[in-house]
């Protein structure tokens, strides 16, 4: 028993080197995570497999949104420490750089079809497949040879905060260990509020509802839906990120009981404010975006998500009276899109 103890510490020891890499590594980029364990692998002992499963540590993270994990295996080899999982929803892999990958041997596969893998060598038979899997959430997964690899990724798809993190160890409800910032993290497992998580009172601009906001001034209204953030106060007839419309506008909607939608106006002026915006009609989704016109400038793109169709329009007040969905004026059928947003 004591040889078969002494084998195994000897087997964790570079894989808990390792994960302290990993926690350091995250901890300074500010990526809220967690450390669990995966069970259900056998390792090799004395050059043969067990038969009996052992644990190996996971992180458990979100990047840009999408729920990662990376694995430390206890058995590697020079070629192989690890790997990497993502798992975007349909429209985010379709809207993913794969080129992070390129220094990984990756696959991306269909969440519930495994034999539904999708080769990224021709882009644009890659996201027609996508387009037409009846799939709507995929998986990203990666073998890596050393850390730096998955660094990398962390530091193409990670966004640092503008204010510096305190950073907090704490138990979650959950059960998980959890290592988050003091001012604005949640628990990556389970998605709960940090004991830590320091919210302030206030009142909702638009309704007068009590309410809670961060640090920040950000905060979301339960009544109304009103999105706190303290440019849109300085700035109450514009419409500024988060919100979609102006705060006096909003205002005048909620006295009239009608909802916070934006007209054709405020969705280009969002558009200026944000540079991509989406909408849905009869059930296709469009993108809007500002896109280079390689002179120093930029022309507006209207893409249709299922056939792939791209028309340019050189400034908003030509997008605004030509720009047209199923052949018809979108200024004429704007009242029937529905889901204006922030490009998701």
């Not at 387009?131 to 995929?138: G, L, T, V």
């Not at 509020?193 to 009172?201: G, L, M, N």
């Not at 102006?246 to 280009?268: C, H, Q, R, T």
């Amino acid at each position: 028993m004591k040889k078969t103890v002494d084998n195994l510490n000897n087997l964790y020891k570079p894989t808990f080197e390792n994960t302290d890499k990993m926690t350091k590594f995250l901890g300074s980029h500010c990526v809220d995570h967690a450390l669990d364990f995966h069970y259900g692998h056998r390792i090799k002992i004395n050059e043969k497999f067990t038969n009996e499963l052992y644990p190996i540590p996971l992180f458990r993270f979100k990047l840009q949104g999408i729920k990662t994990e990376v694995f430390f295996d206890v058995y590697t080899n020079k070629n192989y420490i690890g790997y990497i999982k993502l798992y975007p929803k349909k429209e985010e892999l379709l809207s993913f750089n794969i080129k992070i990958f390129e220094s990984l041997k990756y696959l991306v596969y269909g969440f519930y079809n495994y034999q539904e893998k999708i080769n990224f060598e021709n882009l644009e038979e890659a996201r027609t497949k996508i387009e037409q899997s009846k799939e709507n959430k995929f998986i990203i997964y990666a073998d890596f040879e050393n850390l730096e690899q998955i660094f990398n990724i962390v530091e193409m798809l990670s966004v640092r905060p503008n204010k510096r993190f305190s950073m907090a160890n704490y138990k979650c409800e959950c059960g998980h260990y959890i290592t988050v910032d003091a001012y604005n993290g949640s628990c990556p497992v389970c998605g709960k509020d940090s004991t830590f998580k320091r919210k302030f009172a206030t009142k909702c601009p638009v309704c007068g509802t009590n309410g809670l906001k961060d640090q920040y001034g950000r905060g979301e209204c339960d009544k109304c839906g009103w999105i706190f953030d303290p440019f849109v106060e300085e700035q109450k007839d514009n419409v500024i990120y988060p919100n979609l419309i102006s705060l006096n506008k909003a205002k005048k909607l909620y006295s009239e009981g009608k909802p916070f939608e934006p007209n054709l106006d405020e969705f280009i002026e969002a558009l200026n404010c944000y540079s991509e915006m989406q909408f849905e009609y009869n059930g296709i989704y469009y993108a809007v975006e500002f896109v280079s016109n390689g002179e120093d400038e930029y022309d507006i793109e209207l893409y249709n998500s299922k056939t792939g169709e791209a028309f340019i329009f050189k400034t908003t007040d030509d997008f605004k009276n030509n720009a047209k969905v199923e052949g018809k004026l979108l200024k004429d059928i704007w009242e029937e899109t529905t889901d204006r947003y922030w490009l998701q």
